[in-house]
Every structure is written in C-alpha cells, then in structure tokens.
C-alpha cells in the first residue's frame, strides 16, 4: 500500500483519541541531536469538532484482533486496513519536523497479533526516532496493556509521556462494551509506570540516566457511552492522580461511530457539554484542592448544567461566604468564583503592603462579575452581596450563557432548569433582585 494512502487511514483513524498534549519536559538540545521539548511542547490542531489534535498524530496500524463496541477499528468493522513500518514513522516524523510541520510525534496504536507484538513494534520506532535520527522533540506513545514488562520499560525510557487509556469509567462496562480487554491490563502498566519514576526519583541525580516517562503519565476516558455518573468519573479521576500521579485524566465525548445495541444511539449528540464540565471539575481536583466528593455529592450525581461546578459548589455551600479577601487564606480564597491560583497568590501578595479596597481587586486578577457574590472587602460589601443564593444563581447565568446552553442538549438543559426557581431566573434575567 502506498504511504499516502497509510497516513490517510491512519491519521484518520487516530483522531478520537484525545490524551494529547504536552507539560512538564525540557530537554536540551545536545550537538548532532535535533529538535528539543519546550514547555509549549507539541503542536496542536483543531478538528471541526473542537478536539484539539497534534499535527504528526498517527495510529501504528488499525489492523486490531480486539472488537471493542465503541471503536471504528474494531476487528468486526468492514473499514480499510493499513500498518505502518517503525521506518516509515520515523522517516515521516522527522520528514515533518524537518518541514517545521510539528515539534513531536503522538504515537497510538490497535493491537496487532498480540500486545507484545505490537509493543516491540513501537519501540522498534522510537529507537529508529531516537538512536539512528537522533530525534530528540516530544513523543508520546501509548502504553500497550497485556506487553511484557520488559518492553512497557523500554519504551518508558524511550518516550517523553505515555498513556494507558482507561477507555470506560467501571470494570461492568468495560466488560460489557471491550469484552477483549482485562481491566487488570490497563492498570498494570499505569502502576508500573508509576513504580519505575518512584525508584528513579529516589536515586541521586548522577545515577538517575536516562529519565523514564520526563512528562508523566496520562489516560483517556469516553463520557456518555455507558451509564456512569458524573460523580463516579470524578471519583475514578480524583483515584487515577493519588494512586498513579497521572499528569492528566482526557474525557472524551462519545461519538457513535457503530451501529450496535449495547450503545446510545447513532443519532444522539456527542456529549460536549458534559465533557466540558467534567475538565472544569479535573481543574478542581488538581488546582483548586478540591475533592470528589465536594464536587458532586450522592445526592446530586451529574452536573448542573448551568453552573460550572466551582459556582455550584459556592451556591451549594453559601454559609462558607462572604470571604473576606483582606484576610482569608489561600485556600478559602480559591473556593471564591472568579479568583484562581494566581489572583489568590497576588492578594496574598499586595495585602503585606497595604489594605486591600474593592477597587484594587480587578487589577489583582479577580473575576467581578462572579467574585462580587461571594466575597467582601475589609467590611466593604461588592452589590452583588446579598442573602439569597438562588437570587446569585439567576444573576450568575447570564443571557449570553443562557444562549450556548441552548446550543448543546436541549433536553438536558430543560431537566436542569428544575434545580432552581424558573420565575426567579426570569425576573433576575430582567434585572430585577
Ligand atoms: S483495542 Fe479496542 S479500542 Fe483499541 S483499537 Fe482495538 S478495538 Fe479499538
């Protein structure tokens, strides 16, 4: 098969895997060596969907044995076939960034023959990539769950991040709906990983060698093709980082690619709204110290549509406010809407060197307009201050809001429009209090 029509199926056939981005590596440039790892790591594109993709994203080969439900690879699906060579990836990896076309390679692939098998034929690559080009840029390779060991190592030291997609959020459905797939697999090489960079950490720095996996770990999981609630995705999410310190838990929106009855139907849309809220809520639990169960509680297991789940929690949780920012800590002011890592920090900063007033607090970096609801200011109250927190909900969906909302699930939205007084929200949406 000529290679054009290789990179077409392939790099097709990659683009619903989404864990990927680039953190955390610098690698220096070292002389007969080409390319290096920025912190602004590999390029990025933009599928019409809104995925973000890189620019050399390929799949090694979608020839796989496995029959996973939700998959257009799957080995019971009539769709053209293609596997690459170790050489032909390399050659085209360098080939592009030669072109200035990409700074890295994030390499997938489906299970061919075996998972060994398979495995031996991405270090085969990345030892093409590395030893012979002496390609020294960003590469992210999957992790093949059921490999040996031995060669999960091999390529650990060989790559700058790996992932082990996690694929579905619960042992059920990954039985249900990737039969082939033993859950154990999927995890053994995420705690092996994890095992590896302990012991290389502890080592001191002249004994360390070659880094294993620089830029950590991550995982894939698909929202909306199985039952699964919001607050057991966090849950799972909040586990993957403690347990296995991913650097990044991707969710994906399911998109029905096959007819079968074991999936929501072909003609529901992908989920993206869920999706969305569902990376606001991983932003909590790694930035904002908040924890699962703060998040959605069992009680309320899904998020509110309107609200990000930040806002949700502060409604929620009224009492907690007004934080005054003259003199709350670090981490009450990150429970404020509108104030981040970094505003926080600056306040922090500024009030050693004097009294902080309502109007300094823009410049500081704090959101107003949702900040004024939920904080004071040495006893200076913001208008939005008032005792009712569903009178701030109505205030805080604006009408701007209110018109995205309109353009992901309709039904949903209607469903959420219960959680709260709808005349209220109209008469708060006409500027009334
Ligand atoms: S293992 Fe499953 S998800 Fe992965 S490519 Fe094969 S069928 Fe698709």
Same mark, same amino acid.
């Given at each position: 098969?000529?290679?054009?029509?290789?990179?077409?199926?392939?790099?097709?056939?990659?683009?619903?895997?989404?864990?990927?981005?680039?953190?955390?590596?610098?690698?220096?440039?070292?002389?007969?060596?080409?390319?290096?790892?920025?912190?602004?790591?590999?390029?990025?594109?933009?599928?019409?969907?809104?995925?973000?993709?890189?620019?050399?994203?390929?799949?090694?080969?979608?020839?796989?044995?496995?029959?996973?439900?939700?998959?257009?690879?799957?080995?019971?699906?009539?769709?053209?076939?293609?596997?690459?060579?170790?050489?032909?990836?390399?050659?085209?990896?360098?080939?592009?960034?030669?072109?200035?076309?990409?700074?890295?390679?994030?390499?997938?692939?489906?299970?061919?023959?075996?998972?060994?098998?398979?495995?031996?034929?991405?270090?085969?690559?990345?030892?093409?990539?590395?030893?012979?080009?002496?390609?020294?840029?960003?590469?992210?390779?999957?992790?093949?769950?059921? /490999? $040996? !060991?031995? +060669?999960? %190592? =091999?390529?650990?030291?060989?790559?700058?991040?790996?992932?082990?997609? *996690?694929?579905?959020?619960?042992?059920?459905?990954?039985?249900?709906?990737?039969?082939?797939?033993?859950?154990?697999?999927?995890?053994?090489?995420?705690?092996?990983?994890?095992?590896?960079?302990?012991?290389?950490?502890?080592?001191?720095?002249?004994?360390?060698?070659?880094?294993?996996?620089?830029?950590?770990?991550?995982?894939?999981?698909?929202?909306?093709?199985?039952?699964?609630?919001?607050?057991?995705?966090?849950?799972?999410?909040?586990?993957?980082?403690?347990?296995?310190?991913?650097?990044?838990?991707?969710?994906?929106?399911?998109?029905?690619?096959?007819?079968?009855?074991?999936?929501?139907?072909?003609?529901?849309?992908?989920?993206?709204?869920?999706?969305?809220?569902?990376?606001?809520?991983?932003?909590?639990?790694?930035?904002?110290?908040?924890? /699962? $169960? !703060?998040? +959605?509680? %069992? =009680?309320?297991?899904?998020?509110?549509?309107?609200?990000?789940?930040? *806002?949700?929690?502060?409604?929620?949780?009224?009492?907690?406010?007004?934080?005054?920012?003259?003199?709350?800590?670090?981490?009450?002011?990150?429970?404020?809407?509108?104030?981040?890592?970094?505003?926080?920090?600056?306040?922090?900063?500024?009030?050693?060197?004097?009294?902080?007033?309502?109007?300094?607090?823009?410049?500081?970096?704090?959101?107003?307009?949702?900040?004024?609801?939920?904080?004071?200011?040495?006893?200076?109250?913001?208008?939005?201050?008032?005792?009712?927190?569903?009178?701030?909900?109505?205030?805080?969906?604006?009408?701007?809001?209110?018109?995205?909302?309109?353009?992901?699930?309709?039904?949903?939205?209607?469903?959420?429009?219960?959680?709260?007084?709808?005349?209220?929200?109209?008469?708060?949406?006409?500027?009334?209090?």
């Amino acid at each position: 098969m000529e290679l054009e029509r290789k990179i077409e199926i392939l790099a097709e056939a990659a683009k619903y895997d989404v864990s990927c981005s680039s953190s955390g590596v610098e690698k220096n440039k070292r002389t007969g060596s080409i390319g290096s790892t920025k912190i602004s790591g590999i390029c990025h594109s933009f599928t019409p969907d809104g995925r973000c993709v890189s620019l050399l994203k390929l799949l090694f080969t979608n020839a796989c044995i496995f029959d996973c439900h939700y998959c257009i690879n799957r080995k019971s699906n009539e769709i053209p076939r293609a596997t690459f060579t170790p050489q032909e990836v390399a050659d085209l990896t360098i080939d592009f960034y030669r072109r200035n076309y990409i700074e890295g390679l994030f390499l997938s692939s489906a299970i061919i023959k075996n998972p060994d098998y398979t495995c031996e034929l991405l270090v085969k690559t990345l030892k093409i990539l590395r030893e012979e080009k002496g390609f020294r840029g960003y590469i992210h390779v999957k992790a093949i769950p059921g /490999a $040996d !060991e031995t +060669l999960i %190592e =091999e390529l650990g030291f060989l790559a700058d991040r790996m992932s082990v997609n *996690v694929e579905l959020p619960s042992k059920e459905s990954l039985k249900l709906l990737a039969p082939d797939k033993d859950p154990f697999d999927l995890y053994k090489p995420m705690k092996q990983i994890t095992t590896i960079k302990k012991e290389q950490g502890l080592l001191p720095t002249i004994q360390q060698g070659s880094k294993f996996v620089p830029a950590g770990q991550s995982t894939q999981m698909i929202i909306g093709a199985s039952p699964e609630s919001d607050r057991s995705i966090v849950k799972i999410s909040e586990n993957l980082y403690q347990k296995y310190q991913l650097k990044r838990v991707y969710y994906s929106a399911y998109i029905p690619v096959n007819h079968d009855n074991l999936l929501p139907a072909v003609t529901s849309e992908p989920p993206l709204l869920r999706e969305h809220r569902l990376y606001q809520a991983d932003w909590l639990l790694r930035y904002y110290k908040f924890s /699962a $169960d !703060e998040i +959605l509680s %069992e =009680e309320k297991p899904n998020f509110n549509l309107y609200l990000d789940p930040k *806002v949700n929690w502060a409604v929620q949780n009224y009492p907690f406010f007004p934080v005054d920012v003259q003199t709350a800590s670090y981490d009450q002011l990150l429970r404020v809407p509108g104030i981040g890592p970094k505003s926080a920090q600056n306040i922090l900063k500024a009030r050693k060197y004097y009294r902080l007033h309502l109007v300094d607090l823009k410049k500081l970096g704090i959101v107003i307009k949702r900040a004024q609801y939920f904080i004071t200011c040495n006893q200076e109250r913001p208008s939005g201050l008032i005792n009712d927190p569903e009178w701030v909900i109505a205030s805080l969906i604006s009408s701007k809001q209110y018109e995205t909302l309109k353009q992901f699930n309709t039904q949903s939205m209607y469903e959420q429009l219960t959680l709260f007084d709808v005349e209220r929200f109209e008469h708060a949406k006409k500027g009334g209090a």
